[in-house]
């Protein structure tokens, strides 16, 4: 896969903005580096955990009625993990230390989001089917019994006994 150099260049930007910043990761959705400027930490692992943190984010969003999720914040003790939607398909993640001023890390992160979004707009002129969104809340997850994970033949020995 050939990475936009703009993307690139917007990454390295970044970096030079933030300078408590550890690594950036551009990634799909569905979990997929686009690009990355991470040297000490692994870009593909980043990516598939930002794709599922983004998605239970999404459900926390819609289950409290409050909209379109844009940004979502993880505090840990060494520092901050903050992940930025960057148009419907695509997300900014940034790994930055605990003496970083997450007001600047917003700013800079928020600004870089808009001009990848125009880039990968550049890119991908065709605009990509949409996945139906289902009318109302989302539905709850399943639940799974102690008498459900027993096959059939063991429920009725069960039952019998």
């Known amino acids: 896969m050939t990475v936009d150099p703009a993307v690139l260049q917007e990454l390295d930007r970044l970096r030079g ?20 400027d991470a040297h000490d930490i692994e870009p593909d ?9 983004l998605a239970l984010a999404r459900r926390f969003a819609h289950a409290v009625n409050h909209g379109e999720l844009r940004e979502s914040v993880v505090e840990c003790d060494r520092g901050y993990i903050t992940s930025y939607t960057a148009g419907p398909n695509a997300l900014l993640t940034l790994v930055t230390s605990g003496d970083a001023n997450l007001a600047m890390v917003h700013l800079e992160a928020r600004r870089c989001v808009r001009r990848l979004v125009r880039i990968l707009k550049l ?14 809340p989302p539905s709850p997850l399943a639940r799974r019994t102690p008498m459900a994970t027993l096959s059939t033949n063991a429920r009725r020995r069960q039952a019998a006994g």
């Open 45 to 53: 692992s980043i990516a598939a955990l930002a794709a599922a943190h």
């Open 17 to 36: 903005r933030l300078q408590e910043l550890s690594g950036s990761v551009l990634a799909t959705t569905d979990g997929l580096v686009v690009a990355h």
């Open 123 to 136: 890119e991908n002129p065709r605009p990509r089917p949409e996945i139906p969104q289902q009318a109302g």
